[in-house]
Structures are given as structure tokens and as C-alpha cells.
């Protein structure tokens, strides 16, 4: 069986409900006002425990979405697979954002909340994925990071962006050992000339595109190299790993090295079972939900208590109370449904896909 089919044979669930907490721990510092005393942030001068927990995901989605493509081969499954992932989830976490904490935290009464437009269209555009919206009427407008709602949601549109790449890239030809090596090259090479021109020639977004185009094909193109030996090594990846950490401490170095090999520290922890760890996700994939979660309650929570009534400790406390429930329902009352139906929609699209028979054929069949 291949390794990534398995979930107690590799440590990809584990990989992403880490990467979901880094993202929390980077957040707790960021929407309390401490922004500058994250660890990481402040040890590497460019990224803290967010930025690297977002790379993480979306290494660990060029691999996962690369391996469901090839497992498929038809490309309208392949997008219902990803619907089916992202939007059931986001549906539900955005209308109960809007609908429910909404109102409870608006500095707006209930009745001229929800007779703002704002309020009904911030879920459908949410869910529409582009563009992403981050407001709602009243709420958050005085927290230390004020006007976001749900500042985590950016990442799906860009995810679902790189998710069209998959299919356009089988129909060039390109879905293959060689075709992703060099995709991963380029899109490393535009990378390092975006950092290389530095903000006052390349605009942030263009950073970002880059920097996450890069890891997520990096990620299919390790799907393509899976079994090659060299990423189950531990050699490779105590290298890799040693570079990566080294480069942290020097600003000028770590946004050309970290990135370029965080990759292959990632597959190769992905690829090597852990007992225990592999079975991370054995009562539920939360990941999703935590991610899609924790930002509004944090920032309910910034609102209610404030940064001088909750420290780093304590508001992380409060905020994984709350996320981790929410997280566990949004897999098992959401989640895990839609995605039960992927084969019901599979079976559907291989019955719409099946050669008519002519009339002279279903007689001689009858």
C-alpha cells in the first residue's frame, strides 16, 4: 500500500494538527498586540510559528492532493474531492461567525447588525473563496488587531488556486517525476528572485504567491519521489533538518534557505511511521476545524478580556477550550459527512461518463 494511503503508516495528520497549532501559537501573539515578541518572529527576524505552520500545510497538501489526482485520473472527481474538503467546513464555520458570534460581539444592536448587507454577504463571499472578506458590522473594531474577523481564511483561496494547478499540469504533461522537478526548480527560482529584488521592488503578495506556490510543488513533486530511498534516510533528513535550523538566526539567510528546504524536513518526517503519531487523526482529523476556528475565537476572547487580562499562556488556554470542541464537531457533524459523500458523487460521475449504447446494441444486450 502506498505510504501516504495509510494513516497508520506515515505522520501526515500529526504534520497537519501541528502545523494548525503552530498557527494558533503564532496568533496568540499577534491578535493580543504582542506581535513582535513571538519567539520565532523575533529569533529570525522574517517568520514566526504561523508563517511556518501555513508552509507546512501547504507542503503537506502538494503532496496529498498530488497523490488523490494520480489515485482519481478524473479530473471532475478530483474537484468534487476538494470541494467536498474545504467548503462544507468553511460553509459552516463562516455563517456561525456571521450569524451567531456575530451579533453576540458587534458594538451594533441585533436589528441594525443583521440589516447590513455586510453581515449576510460575508459568508457567501467566504464561501465563494474569492475575493476572501474579513469584515462584519461593529465586530472586533477595537481589538489590538482590529477589523478581522477571521484573518486565517486568505490561505484557502491561495490553496484552492495552487489545487487548479494539478489537473493543468496532467494536461501538459508535466504530472510526472521530471515535468514536477522542474516546476518545483522554476517556482523555487521565482522565489529566490522575488526575495532577492527585497519589498522595495516586489510587492508582499508577490512574496507570498511564490514562497507557497514553491512548497506546494515541492510537495507533488516529492509524491512523485516517494520511494526513493534518499527521503526515508535519516541522513537526508538530519541534513536537511540542520540547514534549516541554522539558516534561522541570520535574517539575510533564512528567507533564501529555510523555505527551499523545509520540503524535504517535512516529507521526510511525514514518511518515517512514529508509533502513536501515525495515528494522530484515529478519533478525527481536527486540523481543519482548528484552523478555521480558532482565529474568531481569538479575537472574541481579545474582545471580551483584552491583552492586559490574558497573557500568552492564558489566552492560548481559553482559546484551545473553546477551538478544540469546535474543531472535533465541525469534523464529525460537517466534515466527515461531506466527505462520505464523494462516493455516492464518484458513482454518479463514472454512471455520466459510461459510452450510450445505440438502439441496435441495447437490443441484442436485452
Known amino acids: 500500500m502506498d505510504p501516504a494511503h495509510a494513516h497508520e503508516r506515515n505522520n501526515f495528520d500529526a504534520l497537519r494538527i501541528l502545523a494548525a497549532l503552530m498557527v494558533v501559537f503564532g496568533h496568540a501573539y499577534i491578535l493580543s498586540g504582542r506581535g513582535a515578541a513571538e519567539p520565532l518572529a523575533a529569533f529570525t527576524g522574517i517568520g514566526g510559528f504561523g508563517e511556518l505552520g501555513v508552509s507546512i500545510f501547504f507542503v503537506v497538501s502538494g503532496f496529498l492532493v498530488t497523490m488523490s489526482h494520480q489515485r482519481l485520473g478524473d479530473v471532475r472527481a478530483f474537484m468534487v474531492n476538494r470541494g467536498l474538503r474545504i467548503l462544507p ?4 464555520a463562516v455563517v456561525l461567525t456571521a450569524l451567531v458570534l456575530g451579533p453576540l460581539v458587534s458594538t451594533l444592536a441585533p436589528a441594525d447588525y443583521f440589516s447590513r448587507p455586510q453581515t449576510w454577504l460575508y459568508p457567501l463571499r467566504n464561501v465563494l473563496l474569492y475575493p476572501v472578506d474579513y469584515l462584519l458590522p461593529g465586530v472586533f473594531a477595537h481589538n489590538p488587531y482590529p477589523d478581522a474577523v477571521n484573518g486565517s481564511l486568505w490561505t484557502l483561496r491561495l490553496e484552492f488556486s495552487f489545487y487548479l494547478t494539478i489537473p493543468l499540469l496532467a494536461w501538459c504533461g508535466l504530472l510526472t517525476r521530471t515535468g514536477l522537478r522542474a516546476v518545483a526548480a522554476a517556482a523555487a527560482a521565482a522565489y529566490l528572485a522575488v526575495v532577492a529584488l527585497g519589498p522595495a521592488h516586489a510587492p508582499v503578495m508577490a512574496l507570498i504567491a511564490t514562497r507557497n506556490f514553491y512548497l506546494f510543488a515541492a510537495g507533488a ?9 534518499a527521503l526515508r534516510s535519516p541522513g537526508v533528513l538530519s541534513l536537511a533538518g540542520l540547514l534549516f535550523v541554522a539558516a534561522l538566526p541570520f535574517k539575510p539567510v533564512t528567507a533564501y534557505v529555510a523555505p527551499i528546504v523545509l520540503p524535504l524536513v517535512v516529507a521526510g518526517l ?3 511511521p512514529v508509533r ?13 476545524g482548528v484552523y478555521i476556528y480558532a482565529f474568531p475565537v481569538q479575537q472574541a476572547w481579545m474582545a471580551l478580556l483584552g491583552p492586559q487580562r490574558l497573557d500568552v499562556a492564558g489566552f492560548l488556554g481559553v482559546t484551545l477550550a473553546c477551538v478544540l470542541p469546535l474543531a472535533a464537531l465541525s469534523w464529525w457533524l460537517v466534515e466527515r459527512p461531506a466527505l462520505g459523500l464523494k462516493a455516492v ?3 454518479r460521475l463514472a454512471q455520466n461518463k459510461a459510452p450510450r449504447l445505440l438502439p441496435a446494441e441495447q437490443a441484442e444486450l436485452s
Open 345 to 347: 458523487v464518484h458513482a
Open 270 to 272: 511525514a514518511l518515517r
Open 276 to 288: 502513536g503519531v501515525s495515528a494522530a487523526a484515529r478519533f478525527g482529523d481536527l486540523s481543519y
Open 221 to 229: 513533486a516529492l509524491f512523485m519521489w516517494r520511494g526513493h530511498p
Open 89 to 92: 467546513g468553511l460553509a459552516a
